[in-house]
């Protein structure tokens, strides 16, 4: 069965330093992945997705088949990015499957 | 985005009660989807509609239904609501590539 695990809940670091927030998948086929964010009062809306390869307000996500994760990661965190961050993958039919979500607080 | 709305925004209900979430959208997608969202799992797929006339469930769509009006409106239902669909909906619709989502409907089953 197709599903996605974020193992830390919540993750705390300072302003400045580096950020990483796990992912790690089971898809039996080539897998499409996301990560959406949902900020303070705001709605829940898409960060990146693997198959662009593009950078968003800094964030990467190299997907490692052998390891079947797809990390998010950003060299130097901001207060910005406090947030709740969601891995989630493509099912057939356009059907997302989630992670339960890590809560990201960076503090200054 | 306020291309995708829901409401209410907030609803207060008590066990037993039918209660209907709305959901529409200019986006013009065929595409939408129901989801709640509870601490600690994420958001889980309730229903979603690929068309008008097209519904299909979700991994969670015990105690819920749905109608599908039209391309624009996609209504989810509690035909009994009780305490542990306590939690936050959303709606969302879909291109081929994204998923666009509503800001969400806070459910407080008493």
């Known amino acids: 069965a197709q599903r996605v695990t974020q193992p830390e809940k919540l993750l705390s670091v300072f302003k400045g330093a580096p950020v990483e927030l796990k992912c790690n998948y089971s898809?039996?086929?080539?897998?499409?992945l996301f990560w959406y964010v949902q900020y303070s009062r705001q709605r829940l809306q898409l960060l990146l997705r693997?198959?662009s390869r593009e950078s968003i307000k800094g964030f990467t996500a190299d997907l490692n088949k052998g390891e079947t994760s797809f990390h998010l990661k950003k060299p130097f965190a901001q207060e910005e990015d406090s947030a709740m961050y969601y891995c989630?993958?493509?099912?057939?039919?356009?059907?997302?499957?989630f992670g339960q979500g890590t809560r990201l607080t960076i503090n200054p | 985005d306020a291309d995708v709305t829901q409401t209410p925004r907030n609803r207060i209900t008590k066990t037993g009660k039918r209660i209907m979430l709305e959901c529409s959208q200019t986006?013009?997608?065929?595409?939408m989807y129901w989801y709640r969202q509870d601490p600690g799992l994420g958001l889980q797929l309730i229903y979603y509609?690929?068309?008008?006339?097209?519904?299909n469930k979700g991994e969670i769509s015990d105690g819920y239904s749905v109608s599908r009006q039209a391309q624009a409106k996609f209504s989810l239902s509690l035909e009994s609501a009780i305490p542990n669909q306590t939690a936050l909906y959303f709606c969302?619709?879909?291109?081929?590539?994204?998923?666009?989502f509503g800001p969400g409907t806070r459910l407080l089953v008493l």
């Open positions: 989630a993958l493509i099912q057939g039919a356009q059907k997302l499957v």
């Open positions: 969302a619709t879909s291109d081929l590539q994204t998923q666009y």
């Open positions: 509609s690929f068309d008008v006339k097209d519904i």
């Open positions: 986006k013009g997608h065929d595409r």
């Open positions: 898809y039996s086929g080539s897998p499409e």
């Open positions: 693997h198959i």
